[in-house]
């Protein structure tokens, strides 16, 4: 048995369970259910935040099925991240669960995982050049549903072309194979029957990587406002992430440096996680004139709850409406939808006033 | 040396590091001829202020923050609201201390001096000269407020170990910045004196420690304090926590399982702004008898 266990993070688990393949482990990946979240609450402390409980219920479950490893990532700052690791392990201990997590991050050129499955040198570069190659071809899928959603006639089109997609991305197997994938993509989404002369509302999400990306934590909140008639940005790229994780000196618009900057007259330190990105992000989001920013994170998240009130001053310098969420496992679907629905008709209502075209 | 002539009055809000280093900021300030207005003790109309303005998803110490800066606003020339990113070597401080002088900012614009404290890179004495430079001082006087006001904290520290009771059967853990806010632990020390029992009090003394598990700072000084504790001689521990404490969330389960190998009972009293004395107490009595209880038990087997 070689199977290892990666946490759920949206459609870029088939990167990860492409470089899981690249080193020789069968990964287990699930989408987040119900179950796994009954799983994670009941195991875990009552107030910490929404992606632990996630993470170890996803880790049960697996380790019930007979997976005995499992990765996450370790953080290093003064987020909880950092703990999150020996906690989840004794919590599966303590339940008599054979597992052992490994760590991502920090430690050393060659991590205990990579020790472990020890992958010949080729077919790994091989591999985790084939999954970075899929990675980037997630983002671009995401980019073209985000801007062809709100636009489509008939409704759901564009949800179906790109499952087929990432279903066949999934599939594919080598560089070549992803290669023909990328060029048939585009078409593919200009086939679907668009509404140009359609006014769509531009609404950028940031906060929190697992809440931001796990399809299930956020309720789908990426096809929720496409029906509503809004074209999303979804600020965690995993891209750019890794290009600021291991490239801290590059320019650009969103690269670390650049970040670091454009925040700097309301935040000048780097708190922890992804709250200078959040404060950043928004104020990318002001100068280019979106209509609005979605806050969404875990409830009690430590970085994102302290920067809020920095958050709110960026909206008002702006006049850039910013709705915050707050999500925990008991958060209900319905009440979400009355928020956005309510959010998403005041900003239309703001277009209206302003007579604001957009420029797009 | 423009500011030197401005700065009169400097406001410190009684909250979060002001109780980290007693004594310090009063004595820095006094040092350099400024004259320091401190905000009210925490009171019932603070916690009011504090939920009607402050971010309703931080805990409570934080929320107090900010109704203490408003109280002050009006009263001073300036605002003093230090960056704390670690008060001990290769530690780090909860996040929501590193933002305070931005939030600061937003409450008060233009009001906020500030400086880091980050002891992974410059010692605290270190960077008050520096900040006392900033301000407008000379090299010298700088240095004289600096070395006073570290004195000053040593001193307090020092008078509080002599004073400390050597019988004490409970031991009252708690970050800083709620064990000496009187509002938030006085209840919990009223109700220990009512009933006759004695305590201790948990003391951070900010040493550098061996380079364990723990990052945050002041957790683990709280953890090492538990570990120390002797089972013969402690009878219960009992935590303060505030709702919503991203540290502690994680803290208390290192503190439980600690605890449970030395068999030492713990409670955990949680506050927020709606805290109701009657319930402190009546769990304060519950825990202490179950205490006794299970002493007089050991006794008679």
Redesign the interface.
């Known amino acids: 048995m070689n199977k290892i266990a990666i946490p759920n993070m949206g459609n870029y688990s088939i990167a990860f369970a492409a470089i899981a393949d690249a080193m020789g482990a069968t990964p287990w990946i699930s989408p987040t259910t119900p179950e796994i979240v009954k799983l994670g609450y009941e195991v875990s ?4 935040c929404l992606p632990f409980k996630i993470f170890i219920g996803h880790f049960i479950k697996a380790a019930e099925e007979g997976v005995e490893y499992a990765v996450m990532v370790n953080g290093n ?4 991240l ?2 999150y690791r ?2 989840l392990q ?1 919590i599966l201990d303590e339940r008599g669960l054979k597992m052992h997590i490994f760590g991502l991050g920090d430690t050393g050129i060659k991590p205990p995982i990579i020790k472990h499955y020890d992958p010949p040198f080729f077919k790994f570069w091989r591999g985790a050049l084939w999954a970075l190659q899929k990675m980037f071809l997630i983002d671009e899928i995401e980019k073209l549903a985000w801007k062809t959603r709100p636009r489509e006639i008939k409704k759901g089109e564009t949800s179906t072309v790109t499952n087929q997609c990432l279903l066949e991305l999934e599939a594919a197997k080598t560089g070549i194979e992803i290669s023909i994938l990328k060029s048939k993509i585009f078409e593919r989404f200009t086939a679907i029957n668009i509404n140009t002369d359609k006014k769509v509302l531009k609404v950028a999400l940031v906060g929190e990587a697992s809440v931001l990306r796990d399809k299930y934590l956020n309720h789908s909140m990426e096809e929720l406002l496409g029906g509503l008639g809004v074209e999303v940005v979804n600020y965690f790229l995993l891209g750019v992430e890794l290009k600021n994780i291991f490239f801290p000196h590059l320019s650009g618009k969103h690269s670390k440096k650049h970040m670091l900057e454009i925040a700097k007259p ?4 780097k ?3 992804h ?1 200078l990105d959040s404060i950043a992000h928004s104020i990318i989001c002001g100068e280019d004139s979106y209509d609005g920013v979605i806050h969404l994170c875990p ?2 998240c ?2 994102e ?6 958050l ?2 960026v909206s008002s310098d702006y006049d850039l409406p910013v709705l915050e969420c ?1 999500f925990d496992e008991h958060t209900s679907h319905v009440g979400l939808v009355t928020r956005l629905e309510a959010y998403i008709d005041m900003l239309y209502d703001r277009r209206k006033k302003n007579g604001k075209e957009h420029n797009t | 040396m423009a500011q030197k002539m401005t700065i009169k009055k400097v406001g410190i809000p009684k909250s979060l590091y002001y109780f980290f280093y007693p004594d310090l900021w009063k004595t820095f300030f006094e040092t350099l001829e400024i004259e320091v207005i401190l905000s009210e003790s925490t009171s019932r109309k603070t916690i009011e202020l504090a939920s009607s303005v402050a971010e309703s998803e931080n805990c409570l110490p934080i929320k107090l923050f900010d109704a203490h800066i408003l109280e002050l606003i009006d009263k001073v020339d300036v605002l003093f609201v230090p960056r704390i990113i670690s008060t001990i070597k290769k530690h780090c401080s909860c996040p929501k201390l590193s933002v305070l002088p931005d939030v600061a900012r937003i409450l008060a614009p233009g009001k906020v001096i500030t400086f880091e404290i980050n002891e992974n890179k410059i010692k605290l004495i270190s960077s008050l000269q520096k900040f006392a430079q900033e301000l407008g001082f000379s090299n010298s006087i700088a240095k004289k407020a600096a070395n006073r006001a570290v004195n000053a904290t040593k001193k307090h520290t020092e008078e509080k170990e002599q004073s400390k009771k050597t019988e004490a059967s409970f031991f009252i853990v708690s970050h800083p910045y709620n064990l000496y806010d009187d509002y938030i632990t006085g209840p919990v020390i009223k109700k220990l004196k009512k009933m006759n029992i004695s305590y201790e009090i948990i003391e951070f003394k900010k040493e550098k420690r061996k380079k364990d598990a723990i990052r945050w700072d002041t957790c683990g000084e709280m953890n090492d304090n538990l570990f120390q504790l002797d089972p013969e001689k402690c009878k219960g521990v009992i935590q303060i926590s505030s709702f919503n404490c991203g540290c502690d969330s994680v803290m208390l389960e290192t503190s439980r399982s600690v605890l449970k190998e030395k068999s030492i009972p713990f409670i955990v009293l949680i506050i927020d702004e709606h805290s109701a004395l009657a319930g402190v107490d009546t769990r304060l009595e519950a825990f202490i008898d179950s205490v006794r209880w299970k002493n007089e038990q050991n006794c008679n087997s």
């Open positions: 402390p009552d107030s910490l700052g003064p987020c909880r950092t703990y020996q906690l004794k309301y935040l000048q330190t708190v922890g996680g709250a409830s009690g430590m970085p709850i302290s920067i809020r009130p920095i709110r001053k707050s």
